[in-house]
């Protein structure tokens, strides 16, 4: 398979293709801190001892293998808390699917919650609100990818110091649809994308709180924000990536999905 490679002038990859899919991959890029990706079943396993592989469409979700290369794996003991596997959702890939109960995968804090960070996940939301994921200490949010459907459609952190801080991406998102998603801070500020495309919308930020648990599918170990819907793939850079990146990664994403 033919590699990607990077024109040094612009940073910009030009795409190979092998089966009509790009060869360019997450972790070509520095700083991937996690990977999780749903459709790759050879990470997934139906227990938190990881001694049982999923492989059938319907299997709980026990613990989740990060591809990152970091060791960020994410876990659930708890039957009933556990996600399910659904092979063949969009374009053809498996997914996870949320209750909007009480499934989440939880595992230690990643680092690049503590400062620049960005983030990307594919998802599709099927109640009125829902985390796909967290950074938190089971009160107070460092950082959630927070969804509320309808108009606005809104990506959000919480910090106790100053509140919600709510980053409008989507007038008029559906809960039909699969979107991309994309976040950075840098700095004190964050902006935010949907589907590759740069929203006007943006905010300062300003505080910070405890960051212990990243948390898949919830807030707060579970009881507030609870995801109710279908999770395809996270993806966390300890670093404010250049714009070309965030578009390499963006389409990537777009492309494997099937998203537009």
């Not at 200490?137 to 709510?166: M, Q, R, W």
Request: aromatic share 12%; glycine share 10%; net charge negative.
């Amino acid at each position: 398979m033919t590699r990607a490679k990077r024109n040094p002038l612009t940073g910009i990859y030009t795409p190979a293709f092998s089966g009509g899919a790009a060869a360019f991959s997450p972790d070509d890029l520095a700083n991937l801190q996690e990977w999780l990706d749903f459709s790759d079943v050879t990470t997934l396993w139906t227990d938190s001892a990881r001694s049982d592989q999923v492989d059938a469409d319907g299997d709980v979700i026990g613990y989740m293998d990060d591809k990152s290369g970091n060791g960020n794996d994410v876990l659930q003991a708890t039957t009933a808390k556990k996600g399910i596997y659904k092979v063949n959702i969009q374009n053809s890939l498996a997914i996870g699917r949320w209750d909007g109960g009480d499934d989440a995968l939880a595992g230690s804090a990643i680092s690049a919650f503590d400062g620049d960070f960005t983030a990307f996940w594919v998802s599709k939301e099927i109640g009125d609100i829902g985390t796909p994921f967290s950074s938190d200490d089971t009160a107070n949010d460092k950082f959630a990818s927070y969804h509320h459907i309808g108009s606005p459609y809104y990506l959000g952190t919480y910090d106790p110091s100053v509140g919600d801080t709510k980053l409008v991406v989507a007038d008029g998102a559906t809960s039909a649809d699969f979107y991309v998603f994309a976040l950075q801070v840098d700095g004190t500020s964050f902006t935010g994308y949907r589907n590759g495309t740069l929203q006007a919308d943006s905010h300062t930020i300003s505080g910070s709180v405890p960051n212990t648990t990243f948390l898949v599918g919830a807030q707060q170990d579970g009881v507030l924000g609870v995801f109710d819907g279908d999770l395809a793939e996270i993806l966390v850079y300890s670093a404010a990536l250049s714009s070309a990146d965030i578009t390499q990664v963006n389409n990537y994403l777009l492309a494997k999905w099937g998203v537009s």
